[in-house]
């Protein structure tokens, strides 16, 4: 088992809390320091952020999401991952086809093929207390994440930012 340790993580709290903006912080994070910008992680990003987006009543935003992450996924980058693709593909379709019939949010499972990535995933999901594949526990700070979270290390870094530019343009 050769998988970068924050597709684990995504894929714990995938499966365990259910916190998919965390899913997208973790993977966003490691995809942006690969010299090559592979789409595989590109649409578990997307895949995690359109869960996210139904889970809060954006449907459109949903389905913008699970749209662009089904044209990206491919069969081999799927295998690389000890994923299923038409396991995975036919989830998506399935989500879409949900979010046009106006259904309520359900969680999602990724289709993992590869029993030593589920085996590490799941027990490293017990050890935190976190029973694999539960159902999501609906609450403010999970659905609305990215307006509850603290920002202030963000807010920080682009004032920063900004004072540096503002010196270059002066000099």
Not at 102 to 129: S, V
Not at 137 to 161: C, F, G, P, Y
């Amino acid at each position: 088992m050769n998988y970068p340790k924050e597709y684990m993580e995504y894929l714990i709290h995938f499966h365990g809390d259910r916190d998919f903006f965390e899913c997208h912080e973790i993977l966003e994070e490691y995809w942006k320091t690969q010299p090559v910008r592979q789409d595989q992680w590109v649409a578990l990003i997307q895949i995690a952020v359109g869960l996210y987006h139904h889970r809060r009543g954006n449907r459109l935003g949903a389905v913008k999401m699970l749209q662009s992450a089904a044209r990206r996924m491919t069969k081999s980058s799927t295998e690389e991952l000890g994923l299923d693709f038409d396991a995975l593909i036919l989830s998506i379709s399935d989500r879409l086809t949900s979010l046009e019939n106006g259904d309520a949010y359900e969680d999602m499972n990724l289709p993992i093929t590869d029993e030593a990535l589920l085996q590490e995933c799941l027990g490293e999901c017990t050890k935190r207390g976190w029973v694999w594949q539960a159902r999501t526990h609906m609450n403010e700070q999970l659905i609305h994440r990215h307006i509850l979270r603290d920002r202030s290390a963000v807010i920080q870094e682009r004032e920063e930012s900004l004072r540096v530019k503002k010196r270059n343009i002066e000099d």
